[in-house]
């Protein structure tokens, strides 16, 4: 079984949903960030205990070679949208969104249907955009 597959079915036995796995180095450490959601949140206790469950799988299916460092989280308020399910999970909430085309929308997610999203872009109104046309995604977080 592929090493996502089996953290997903871990998380998942952990009644919590997988959201995205993520390998990086930062100052010559290895990290894999595990970030998982729920219709209620996550708690530390959450992450806790998804990472206790993980971690027997990572010690047989090593994610990278040498040291690394595990990072069991919720992807926060303002969290990157790679596939259809992220964005079908953030209907209603602010978005911004970067097309092949170098045009940027940003605005509320009004719906996802097929392989589109309809955004209420905050200077041109309902804007519709092809998924395989988006090169980056995120939800944002109005500060003000």
Known sequence: MELNQSIKLAVQGCGVELYDIVLTKEHHLN??????????GVSIDKC?????????????HEPVSGNYTLEVSSPGIERKLKTIQHYNSSIGEKVKVKEISTETFKGKLLNVEDDTITIDDINLGEVKVKFD????????????
């Open 31 to 40: 990290i894999l960030r595990v970030y998982i959601t729920h219709k209620d």
């Open 48 to 60: 806790s205990e998804v990472s206790r469950m993980i971690s027997p799988i990572l010690d047989i």
């Open 133 to 144: 046309d988006i090169l980056s995604g995120s939800t944002y977080y109005d500060w003000n």
